[in-house]
T-cell receptor, first 111, second 114 residues
Framework: QKEVEQDPGPLSVPEGAIVSLNCTYS??????FMWYRQYSRKGPELLMY????GNKEDGRFTAQVDKSSKYISLFIRDSQPSDSATYLC???????????FGGGTRVLVKP | DVKVTQSSRYLVKRTGEKVFLECVQD?????MFWYRQDPGLGLRLIYF???????EKGDIPEGYSVSREKKERFSLILESASTNQTSMYLC?????????????FGQGTRLTVV
C-alpha cells in the first residue's frame, strides 16, 4: 500500500464549479502538507502548504488537513479553464525534508 | 526569479548506455532532489542531497547514482540504462530547515531508453 493515496481522476467540471481534491495517508509522522500544481510538460509548482491540522485559504484555494483522519483536501472555488492541470499532494515529516507525493489528480475545467 | 535548470528536455538513449542528467539551481539551496514521475505513480524519490558531497538514497535508488561536487549542481547517473528507466525525471531544490517548505522544480527531462 502506498504511503499517500490520491484518486487519479480525471475530474471534469464546468467553469465556475467547485473542485474538490483529496488525499489520504498512512504515516502519522507527516507534519507538513502541500499541494502542487503541474501543467502539461512543466515541473510542479507549489500552490499551498499547511503545517499540522487546520485550514488555510489563499484566494480561490482552500487547503484542509485532518490529522486525526489522515486526510487532506484542496478546494478550488469559481474554477477557471486555466485551473486545468494535474494536482499533486505532498507531505513531509519536517520542513526542508524529502517529500512523499500522491499519484496526482488530473483536473479539466471546461468553458 | 528562482530557477532550477535541467540540462535536457528530451533524451533518447540506447539500452546499456551510461546516462548523465544534470541539474543546476541558482538559489543557494542546501537540499537537492531527483524524482522520477510515471503515470499513476506520482513522483518517486530516487536520491537526495542536503550538502555538497552528501547523498541519501530515496525510495527507488536501484540502477541510479548521483554526484554533488558543487552546491548548485546535482547530477543523476544511470549506470547502464534499461527500458524500465524510461520516464520523466524531475530535479528539485529547497532550503534546509524551517525555510525549506517549498521545493522548486525544474522543467523535467523526458528520457526514453530504446
Amino acid at each position: 500500500q502506498k504511503e499517500v493515496e490520491q484518486d487519479p481522476g480525471p475530474l471534469s467540471v464546468p467553469e465556475g464549479a467547485i473542485v474538490s481534491l483529496n488525499c489520504t495517508y498512512s504515516n502519522s509522522a507527516f507534519q507538513y502538507f502541500m499541494w502542487y500544481r503541474q501543467y502539461s510538460r512543466k515541473g510542479p509548482e507549489l500552490l499551498m502548504y499547511t503545517y499540522s491540522s487546520g485550514n488555510k485559504e489563499d484566494g480561490r484555494f482552500t487547503a484542509q488537513v485532518d490529522k486525526s483522519s489522515k486526510y487532506i483536501s484542496l478546494f478550488i472555488r469559481d474554477s477557471q479553464p486555466s485551473d486545468s492541470a494535474t494536482y499533486l499532494c505532498a507531505m513531509s515529516r519536517a520542513a526542508g525534508n524529502k517529500l512523499t507525493f500522491g499519484g496526482g489528480t488530473r483536473v479539466l475545467v471546461k468553458p | 526569479d528562482v530557477k532550477v535548470t535541467q540540462s535536457s528536455r528530451y533524451l533518447v538513449k540506447r539500452t546499456g548506455e551510461k546516462v548523465f542528467l544534470e541539474c543546476v539551481q541558482d538559489m543557494d539551496h542546501e537540499n537537492m532532489f531527483w524524482y522520477r514521475q510515471d503515470p499513476g505513480l506520482g513522483l518517486r524519490l530516487i536520491y537526495f542531497s542536503y550538502d555538497v558531497k552528501m547523498k541519501e538514497k530515496g525510495d527507488i535508488p536501484e540502477g541510479y547514482s548521483v554526484s554533488r561536487e558543487k552546491k548548485e549542481r546535482f547530477s543523476l547517473i544511470l549506470e547502464s540504462a534499461s527500458t524500465n528507466q524510461t520516464s520523466m525525471y524531475l530535479c528539485a531544490s529547497s532550503l534546509l530547515g524551517t525555510g525549506g517548505t517549498e521545493a522548486f522544480f525544474g522543467q523535467g527531462t523526458r528520457l526514453t531508453v530504446v
